[in-house]
Structure formats: structure tokens, C-alpha cells
């Protein structure tokens, strides 16, 4: 029997959507994600009929409820190699579309549960897409949401528990910062981090040649649109879908939440697909919104 003792039985195993055993394979990576609702209790009875499960689920206050065995198969990543070797979080929304948030209690409380998981299976130190992965790496999905932003700070915060620590960790999820560096790929020249924008701003204006980040490494100040020849895409919504190609049969390969910014060449048009218009983003392509063929106040993205 493997479960966390950080962890009371609900539902357990209660469902068919799960597999005895784990193929042989050996527990390796956690994959994290959100149930895209705001009703905790409802899962696990959802899997009697859906066709998945997940191992762990994290309610709003950071409750956490054991649904499947760790020595048992998951299925949760959509993905079976990765089904077989890992262990799956859910995590309860605090609010429903289209921002599906996340309490900090549940990130908290997740990322101590993913400590207590990689101490018991020997996964080390924590590491973003090494052993910690959102869904969204393993499938087309838009599944962990907004906690796709929340996973350094779940590794960080982890890690300093399984190190004796817990007390130091940051107070405020890293990546929701903007930093103030040379250049986002430098970041040993990072001379702060901040939450008020303004704050970085006046940080990067005492500093000769310093600029600032957003959390996704876009450039946000000093903003090249005050020339002439780029348009500023701001992100309007959380949970944005990134595809592969400007297209709903494009793959999602990431998200983008509310206030994400990056700009494009003023010359540069958009698509027009599937009843949508598109636009180019570092990643790859982003909803703008409805291709009425005007500015909507329901867009995703604001353009200016
Ligand atoms: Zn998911």
C-alpha cells in the first residue's frame, strides 16, 4: 500500500479508471494538474463514468485526499509510458471559467505533497520537466491552468522542505514576478524581482541598459512600441491556449495567463482560421479572439 500520510482516503479506488500495478515500470515524475472545476467532492465519483483518475487531489484549503495506490496506475497524463511511472495531483479550482484559479493554500499544500512523493520514491532534487511536469507536457491539453505558472515555486518550495528548510521559502510564487536583467537570458545580471510592475520599472531605470521581464520572458520595459514599428499583444484572460500552428487543430504547447506581453512587427498581419483570428507569440499561436472583424470587449488578447 502506498500512500502519503499527508493524506486521507476518499473515493479510494471506488472507480474502475485505474490499473493495477505499474507495468513494471518505476515511479519517476509527478505530473501536476488542475481539475478544472471548483467542486472537491464530486472527484473522484466522476471517474465511475470518465474514463481517468488521479492518484492525489488538493482542495481549496489544501485538504489532501488519496483517490488511487502510488503502487497502482493512475490514468491521468493521457499518456501511458507517462501514466506507469508517475504519480498525478489534482488540484481544486477557487474559481470556475475562465480564470480557473488556484488558492495559494492548495499550491502550498501540493507542493508538499510532492516533497513527501519524491522523498519516499527517491526522485531527488525537484526540476521542472525533468521529474515535476505540468499535463500539458504529455498531452494537447490547457490542464494545469493557471499552476503552469506555479510550478518552480512548487519545485522551490519542495525542495527546501526535503532539505530541512520549509521556512525559507519564498513568500510569493517566483514566477509571477517581473525581473529586472540585461537580458532574459542572463540571469546571473538580475538586479530584482518584483510583483509591482512599477517597482521594476524604477528598478531598470537606475540601471544603465537593464530591461524588464514578465514572467514568460517577454520584454515589457522599456516597450520598443513607443517607436513606431511594433504593435504590444497584451493577454486578456488566464489559461490561454499556445497551439503549434494558428489553427484550433493546432497543439497546445503552453498557456499564457492575464497580462502576458510581447510584440509583433506593426506590418505583420493576423490569421484567420476557424472562425478566429490568430496571432504570433514567442511559443507559437494565440486566440486573439472572434474574427468579427472589429476589436471585441470579450478578445483575448488586446492589441495596441
Ligand atoms: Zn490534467
Redesign the pocket.
Known amino acids: 500500500m502506498g500512500i502519503s500520510s499527508l493524506a486521507t482516503k476518499y473515493g479510494f479506488q471506488s472507480f474502475p479508471h485505474y490499473s493495477s500495478g505499474r507495468s513494471g515500470a518505476k515511479v519517476n515524475k509527478i505530473v501536476i494538474?488542475?481539475m478544472a472545476g471548483t467542486n472537491y467532492d464530486i472527484v473522484p465519483s466522476i471517474w465511475q463514468t470518465r474514463e481517468a483518475s488521479a492518484h492525489y487531489g488538493i482542495g481549496k484549503n489544501g485538504e489532501i485526499r488519496a483517490y488511487v495506490d502510488e503502487n497502482n496506475t493512475a490514468w491521468?497524463a493521457g499518456n501511458w509510458n507517462a501514466n506507469i511511472s508517475s504519480i498525478g495531483i489534482e488540484n481544486c479550482n477557487s474559481t470556475g471559467s475562465p480564470s480557473w484559479n488556484v488558492n495559494q493554500a492548495t499550491i502550498d499544500s501540493c507542493a508538499k505533497l510532492v516533497a513527501d512523493i519524491a522523498k519516499r520514491h527517491g526522485l531527488g532534487k525537484l526540476v521542472v520537466n525533468k521529474n515535476l511536469f505540468p499535463?500539458s507536457y504529455f498531452s494537447s491539453?490547457s490542464?494545469?491552468g493557471v499552476l503552469l505558472g506555479s510550478l518552480q515555486y512548487i519545485a522551490d518550495k519542495a525542495n527546501a522542505i526535503n532539505n530541512g528548510g520549509g521556512s525559507s521559502t519564498p513568500s510569493t510564487p517566483t514566477s509571477d514576478l517581473y525581473r529586472v536583467r540585461k537580458s532574459w537570458a542572463d540571469a546571473k545580471s538580475q538586479v530584482g524581482a518584483y510583483k509591482d510592475l512599477n517597482n521594476a520599472k524604477r528598478t531598470a531605470d537606475s540601471h544603465s541598459g537593464y530591461k524588464v521581464y514578465d514572467p514568460n520572458g517577454n520584454q515589457v520595459y522599456p516597450t520598443s512600441s513607443s517607436t513606431s514599428n511594433v504593435k504590444t499583444l497584451v493577454v486578456q484572460v488566464n489559461g490561454l491556449n499556445v497551439r503549434n500552428k494558428p489553427s484550433l487543430s493546432g497543439t497546445v504547447v503552453g498557456s499564457y495567463n492575464k497580462g502576458a506581453t510581447w510584440t509583433l512587427p506593426k506590418t505583420e498581419k493576423q490569421t484567420i482560421a476557424d472562425g478566429w483570428v490568430w496571432a504570433r507569440c514567442p511559443i507559437g499561436y494565440c486566440a486573439v479572439g472572434k474574427n468579427t472583424g472589429k476589436t471585441e470587449p470579450d478578445d483575448y488578447i488586446l492589441i495596441s
Open positions: 494538474h488542475h491521468h499535463h491539453t490542464c494545469p
